[in-house]
T-cell receptor
Framework: EDQVTQSPEALRLQEGESSSLNCSYTVSGLRGLFWYRQDPGKGPEFLFTLYSAGEEKEKERLKATLTKKESFLHITAPKPEDSATYLCAVQAISNDYKLSFGAGTTVTVRA | GAVVSQHPSWVICKSGTSVKIECRSLDFQATTMFWYRQFPKQSLMLMATSNEGSKATYEQGVEKDKFLINHASLTLSTLTVTSAHPEDSSFYIC????????????FGPGTRLLVL
């Protein structure tokens, strides 16, 4: 069974204080690893897909990296508007495009 | 691009009534859509996979007679919660699978259901 574990559960940052979120996974054949952002009371917003170890993707202050066992989401010089829950999900090759989600990391950025 | 809408965004109903939630992909066609539910401070739990023109596939533990799914076109899937009870109160979120280069699920804004 695919498993996704995210840490920490919650992260409080001062504006401008860079940090990283971790997503550890076990999956029987990775098709892709996905990062989403979810604001309270809203649906998840797509951020990145990573397909193979060593791959990196960037979007504004966010950078996602992937190894064979985990992915990191780096937030550089965060702003209050980066406050959200960040969800990691894996898609197995054998799984008809289903996603298995982690519990998420809730990031709060204080001005 | 890749916009998914849901309607309604909020619904309050009496116990025993049925509620229909619509999920639409607005700018792409989706042969596959997914339905999730999310409890407070928890992650998304997949309920079922909806395929255009065929029967939905339900995850273990999800009652198919309780949660009726219809995927009548390439841009619309509906979830009907039949004979709703207070324990069905939750946040229901759909996603549409964009099967092009991205092969990504794009999510709707969610529907908050409260059963009294």
């Amino acid at each position: 069974e695919d498993q996704v574990t995210q840490s920490p559960e919650a992260l409080r940052l001062q504006e401008g204080e860079s940090s990283s979120l971790n997503c550890s996974y076990t999956v029987s054949g990775l098709r892709g690893l996905f990062w989403y952002r979810q604001d309270p009371g809203k649906g998840p917003e797509f951020l990145f897909t990573l397909y193979s170890a060593g791959e990196e993707k960037e979007k504004e202050r966010l950078k996602a990296t992937l190894t064979k066992k985990e992915s990191f989401l780096h937030i550089t010089a965060p702003k209050p508007e980066d406050s959200a829950t960040y969800l990691c999900a894996v898609q197995a090759i054998s799984n008809d495009y289903k996603l298995s989600f982690g519990a998420g990391t809730t990031v709060t950025v204080r001005a | 691009g890749a916009v998914v809408s849901q309607h309604p965004s909020w619904v309050i109903c009496k116990s025993g009534t049925s509620v229909k939630i619509e999920c639409r992909s607005l700018d792409f066609q989706a042969t596959t859509m997914f339905w999730y539910r999310q409890f407070p401070k928890q992650s998304l739990m997949l309920m079922a996979t909806s395929n255009e023109g065929s029967k939905a596939t339900y995850e273990q533990g999800v009652e198919k007679d309780k949660f009726l799914i219809n995927h009548a076109s390439l841009t619309l899937s509906t979830l009907t919660v039949t004979s709703a009870h207070p324990e069905d109160s939750s946040f229901y979120i759909c996603s549409a699978f964009e099967g092009g280069i991205q092969e990504t699920q794009y999510f709707g804004p969610g529907t908050r259901l409260l059963v009294l």
